[in-house]
């Protein structure tokens, strides 16, 4: 959501993910202290908090975030780029009532997900402003 190059899965095992965040050169966000005691783990953080909201903002807040981001500039579903592209481009994969109410639109070019600034963009947008307010304020 914010733009940041992202990899999130639930599905690895520790050895995977320890892996991964060497070979990529990733900091490895985790909940879990053990899996940062690795060897192999070269940059990592330990998440504390338990709700989402309160975990986006916790690394948003250390790892100083708020001038490094560039919102909806990332696809949410596999963290490709996402660009315009032409509404007549993309119609034949909206429904209707979308194809309707909106003209701008955005695809990622490794998936081929679309957006548009629909309500869940709007709760998203408020979400990040919140967040702003919150780091800020502390």
């Not at 050895?15 to 202290?33: G, K, V, Y």
């Not at 338990?50 to 916790?58: I, M, S």
């Not at 660009?83 to 639109?105: A, C, G, S, W």
Request: proline share 4%; aromatic share 10%.
């Amino acid at each position: 959501m914010l733009g940041f190059d992202t990899l999130y899965r639930n599905d690895y095992d520790d050895e995977t993910l320890a892996n991964i965040s060497a070979d990529q050169h990733r900091i490895l966000l985790t909940c879990d202290i053990q899996l940062l005691m690795r060897n192999v783990i070269t940059h990592g953080y330990f998440v504390r908090e338990r709700q989402p909201k309160k975990q986006l903002l916790e690394v948003y807040a250390r790892f100083d975030l708020p001038n490094a981001q560039n919102p909806f500039s990332r696809c949410m579903h596999c963290n490709g780029d996402i660009n315009p592209v032409e509404k007549e481009n993309i119609e034949q994969h909206l429904m209707p009532r979308t194809r309707e109410h909106y003209d701008e639109f955005w695809q990622c070019s490794n998936c081929g997900k679309i957006y548009w600034k629909g309500t869940h963009f709007q709760r998203m947008q408020q979400t990040i402003a919140e967040m702003q307010n919150n780091y800020q304020s502390n």
